[in-house]
T-cell receptor
Framework: QKEVEQDPGPLSVPEGAIVSLNCTYS??????FMWYRQYSRKGPELLMY????GNKEDGRFTAQVDKSSKYISLFIRDSQPSDSATYLC?????????????FGTGTRLQVTL | KAGVTQTPRYLIKTRGQQVTLSCSPI?????VSWYQQTPGQGLQFLFE???????NKGNFPGRFSGRQFSNSRSEMNVSTLELGDSALYLC?????????????FGPGTRLTVT
C-alpha cells in the first residue's frame, strides 16, 4: 500500500463548479502538506502549502488538513477551463533536514465549457 | 525573480550510455532536490542537496548520483542507462532543507532511452 493515496480521475466538471480533490495518507509523521498543479509537459507549480491541521484559503483555492483522519483536501471554487490540469498532493514529515517529499499519483481535472 | 531552470529540456540517449542533467535554483535558494516522474510510478524522490552535501536519498540504484556546487547549482548523473530510466527528471529548489521550506519545481528534463 502506498503512503499517499490519490484518486487518479479523470474528474470532469462544468465551468463554475466547485471541485473537491482529496488525498489520504498512512504516515502519521507527515506535518507539511502541499498541493501542486501540473499542466501537460510542464513542471509542478506550488498552489498551497500548509503546516499541520487546519484550513488555508488563497483566492479560489482552499486547502484543508485533517490529521486525525489522515485526510487532506483541495477545493477550487468557480472552476475555469484554465484549471484543467493534474493536481498532485505532497507531504513530508518534520524530521529536520532529512525529510523527503512524498507525492500522490495525481488527479487529472478537466473543466468543460 | 527567475524560476528554476533545467538543461537540457529534452534528451535522447541509447541504452548503456550515461547522461548528466543540470539544474540552476532560484536565486538565494540553497537546497536542491531531484525527482523522477513516470506515468506508472508518479513522482519519486531521488536526492536532496544542501551546502554541497547530500542530505537525503531515495530508493534508487547507485547508477543515479548527483552533486551540488558552491553556487548551489546541481547536476545529476545517470550511468549505464536502462530503458526504464526514460522519464521526466524534475529539479526543485528551496531556501533550505527539510519540511519547513516550500519547494519550487523547474520545467524538467525529458529523457528518452532507446
Amino acid at each position: 500500500q502506498k503512503e499517499v493515496e490519490q484518486d487518479p480521475g479523470p474528474l470532469s466538471v462544468p465551468e463554475g463548479a466547485i471541485v473537491s480533490l482529496n488525498c489520504t495518507y498512512s504516515n502519521s509523521a507527515f506535518q507539511y502538506f502541499m498541493w501542486y498543479r501540473q499542466y501537460s509537459r510542464k513542471g509542478p507549480e506550488l498552489l498551497m502549502y500548509t503546516y499541520s491541521s487546519g484550513n488555508k484559503e488563497d483566492g479560489r483555492f482552499t486547502a484543508q488538513v485533517d490529521k486525525s483522519s489522515k485526510y487532506i483536501s483541495l477545493f477550487i471554487r468557480d472552476s475555469q477551463p484554465s484549471d484543467s490540469a493534474t493536481y498532485l498532493c505532497a507531504m513530508r514529515p518534520n524530521t529536520g533536514t532529512a525529510s523527503k517529499l512524498t507525492f500522490g499519483t495525481g488527479t487529472r481535472l478537466q473543466v468543460t465549457l | 525573480k527567475a524560476g528554476v531552470t533545467q538543461t537540457p529540456r529534452y534528451l535522447i540517449k541509447t541504452r548503456g550510455q550515461q547522461v548528466t542533467l543540470s539544474c540552476s535554483p532560484i536565486s538565494g535558494h540553497r537546497s536542491v532536490s531531484w525527482y523522477q516522474q513516470t506515468p506508472g510510478q508518479g513522482l519519486q524522490f531521488l536526492f536532496e542537496y544542501f551546502s554541497e552535501t547530500q542530505r537525503n536519498k531515495g530508493n534508487f540504484p547507485g547508477r543515479f548520483s548527483g552533486r551540488q556546487f558552491s553556487n548551489s547549482r546541481s547536476e545529476m548523473n545517470v550511468s549505464t542507462l536502462e530503458l526504464g530510466d526514460s522519464a521526466l527528471y524534475l529539479c526543485a529548489s528551496s531556501l533550505g532543507p527539510g519540511g519547513a521550506y516550500e519547494q519550487y519545481f523547474g520545467p524538467g528534463t525529458r529523457l528518452t532511452v532507446t
